[in-house]
């Protein structure tokens, strides 16, 4: 009779070999559930006899390890071969770009480092708000003007709000009376564009620029017009539009088309890792957080049209996805208030007040929400 500690040495060996062969972050999903099964058949292993029954039982479990751990052995046989034919310095793309040097740089008035520098940053990660807009102010800077439009531009499919835009927005106006080419003839006839990303549009008539109001993505009837000796695209019928460069900043199709992913044999067995792992510990919590950021941004603008009926259970499961984020907690409890009666809105800042850690003023915001809303 095997001992028990063979059994616990298979184990151990098992349990090594799942950790080493699953520390990549591209595997991560797949790591709890080969944690778990690559010990345990390591450990049956050790059970089977010598005879032709134990053999052929040890090649079928030796086999399914195999096939469990398929795709992290084809992942870094597919990384080692690529490193030894290009050998390089790997940075993840989604790495978070560390702007404090840069800031730094410029503090000290060494502008032209702090843009180079910014500009190796860039090459290595993915652009960030934030990063183009320190750019953009770099590039104005140093007198490029153009360079500086068209930097300013790509951040309006970077904003993720109407207050960063709107802030895009101001800097393009600023940089108006610098454009002294001549506006050339306006087309004729309206125009069908499709955009996919939000965009404000400014109200044309009167002397007050601060007016505005945003589109969501989709298709829309514009005309071309001139704005303050500009080219602008407005709405037919409407008063409402914004510089030409602007939508064709959030058009739709301006990208060539990504590639489809490669398909492999290896993805339906990633998947059953991935779905072990989901229902054992859950959603991963940036998964989470994204689904409640889809969600809050969808809601927003229901809010806007005073739908709140409609808002109200998309806020609801963005809080749950996300509950410590206040914004959205503050506003599920004002979807509640607009809804519901008093008890209701009341449960609901207890429970709101039991899911996160709170600052005293956001405790406070949320008590005074108790109120009816003709108080």
């Known amino acids: ?6 059994y616990l040495l298979a184990a151990g060996v098992g349990l090594l070999i799942a950790h080493l062969l699953s520390r990549a972050p591209e595997l991560r999903p797949m790591r709890l559930s ?3 099964l690559v010990p345990a058949g390591l450990a049956v292993c050790v059970s089977f006899r010598g005879d032709m029954v134990g053999f052929v039982s040890f090649l079928v479990v030796l086999g399914f390890l195999l096939v469990l751990l398929a ?6 046989l597919g990384a080692g071969v690529t490193n030894f034919l290009d050998p390089q310095d790997w940075n993840a793309t989604e790495e978070e770009i560390a702007l404090r040097p840069i800031r730094r740089l410029i503090d000290k008035d060494q502008y032209h480092q702090a843009l180079g520098n910014l ?3 860039l090459q290595k990660h993915n652009p960030t708000y934030e990063a183009i807009l320190i750019k953009a102010k770099l590039l104005y800077h140093f007198g490029r003007v153009d360079e500086t439009v068209a930097t300013l531009l790509s951040l309006i499919e970077l904003s993720k709000s109407t207050t960063q835009q709107l802030t895009v927005m101001e800097l393009l106006r600023s940089l108006e009376e610098q454009d002294q080419s001549p506006p050339t003839p306006l087309a004729p006839s309206a125009r069908r564009v499709q955009i996919d990303h ?4 400014f109200q044309l008539a009167g002397e007050d620029s601060s007016l ?3 589109i969501r993505p989709g298709a829309y009837e514009v005309e071309e017009t001139l704005h303050r000796n500009h080219r602008w695209l407005k709405l037919v019928g409407e008063n409402w539009g914004n510089f030409q460069i602007c939508w064709e900043a959030v058009l739709a199709n301006r990208h060539p088309p990504a590639l489809p992913p490669k398909k492999s044999p290896f993805q339906r067995i990633a998947r059953m890792h991935q779905a072990i792992s989901t229902a054992i510990k859950g959603k991963p919590r940036r998964q989470l957080r994204a689904e409640a950021k889809a969600l809050f941004h969808e809601a927003k603008h229901l809010i806007r049209r005073k739908e709140w009926q409609k808002a109200l259970p998309l806020l609801e499961k963005a809080s749950a996805c996300d509950p410590d984020r206040y914004e959205i907690a503050y506003r599920w409890v004002q979807a509640v208030r607009h809804t519901g009666n008093t008890a209701a809105t009341a449960n609901a800042v207890s429970r709101v007040l039991l899911q996160s850690q709170w600052t005293e003023n956001e405790i406070q915001m949320l008590h005074q ?3 009816p ?3």
Not at 71 to 76: A, E, G, L, T
Request: glycine letters at 0%; hydrophobic letters at 35%.
């Open 34 to 36: 080969q944690l778990i």
């Open 198 to 201: 939000e965009l404000i549009l």
């Open 1 to 6: 009779m095997d001992s028990i500690f063979s």
């Open 373 to 375: 809303p003709s108080e």
């Open 71 to 76: 795709p992290n052995i084809s992942y870094y």
């Open 119 to 121: 500009d190796d940053l």
């Open 212 to 214: 505005h109001k945003e």
């Open 369 to 371: 929400l108790k109120r």
